[in-house]
């Protein structure tokens, strides 16, 4: 069965630049309000002047999602300034600390967690209620090729550990939600050319492990990735589905 997204209200986490706001514009596009959640505020008021622009619904809002005060703080304002919650695409993400384990703070690894993995479950759990109840909801959670290849990208640590533990969140409440309503996949968005691809391309080889500098660099010089646009398109057709308990990847539907 396929369901027409007009009409409907979405959360996009990481919404201000990247693959968030690509979502969020085509979200728009298909006559999708959008709740815009980062951190950065003139990134996200960027994305709802586009949205704007597109004659669609924006309401920036603001948050740290690495404290869970500020995801409830931020469920109340979309609540209170747009309105029950239908589609949650969790997309924000970071992908330091980068480099030798050893090196590593304990304390930023468990920072990095707590803005991939906890605040994802954090959002689902908060939104689930409303969804549930009107037997029908979306639930997104955009992850990384990394999480089915742990072992290749030697200095990245945290970022797969964290992808792992959001596909297994991803498909353990899928199962528990099957025959509700509301649906619970995943979305590796390809190798996309972002600021996050830019941020690791600007590191210090030395520090973050030559290698893992050379595999981004060479990524990059051979225009090896696709646009934030190229990868939102591969995600929107999905969202029309009743499929659950998938981990959809970018170039497979693209
Ligand atoms: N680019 C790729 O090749 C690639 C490949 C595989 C998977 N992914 C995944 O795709 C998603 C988007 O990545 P991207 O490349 O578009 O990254 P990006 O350009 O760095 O965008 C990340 C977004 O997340 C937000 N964010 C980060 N930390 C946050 C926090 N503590 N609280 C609230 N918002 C926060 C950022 O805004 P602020 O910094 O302003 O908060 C930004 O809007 C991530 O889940 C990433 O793991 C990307």
Do not use: C
């Amino acid at each position: 069965m396929t369901t027409s997204l007009e009409g409907k209200t979405a959360l996009v986490t990481g919404a201000g630049r990247g693959i968030g706001r690509a979502t969020a514009l085509q979200l728009a596009e298909a006559g999708v309000a959008v709740a815009l959640v980062a951190r950065s505020e003139d990134q996200l008021a960027e994305t709802a002047d586009r949205v704007n622009e597109l004659g669609g619904t924006a309401l920036v809002v603001p948050a740290d999602l690495g404290e869970l005060s500020e995801v409830s703080r931020a469920i109340q304002q979309t609540n209170d300034e747009l309105g029950v919650v239908d589609v949650l695409i969790n997309d924000a993400a970071v992908v330091w600390p980068l480099g030798p384990s050893v090196s590593v703070d304990s304390n930023e690894w468990a920072a990095a967690i707590a803005i991939n993995v906890v605040a994802v479950a954090a959002l689902s759990f908060a939104l689930l209620p409303a969804m549930s109840e009107r037997n029908w909801g979306r639930i997104v959670n955009v992850s990384s090729g990394i999480a089915a290849h742990p072992g290749s990208m030697i200095g990245m640590n945290a970022y797969a550990a964290g992808k792992a533990a959001l596909e297994a969140h991803t498909i353990n409440l899928a199962a528990e939600l099957a025959g509700s309503g509301v649906t619970v996949n995943a979305f590796g968005p390809g190798s996309v050319d972002t600021a996050m691809q830019a941020w690791i391309r600007g590191q210090e080889p030395a520090q973050i492990g030559a290698a893992l500098h050379e595999r981004f660099a060479r990524s990059y010089a051979e225009g090896a990735m696709i646009t934030p646009e190229q990868s939102a398109r591969s995600l929107l057709p999905h969202l029309s589905s009743d499929a659950t308990g998938q981990i959809w990847n970018a170039s497979e539907s693209s």
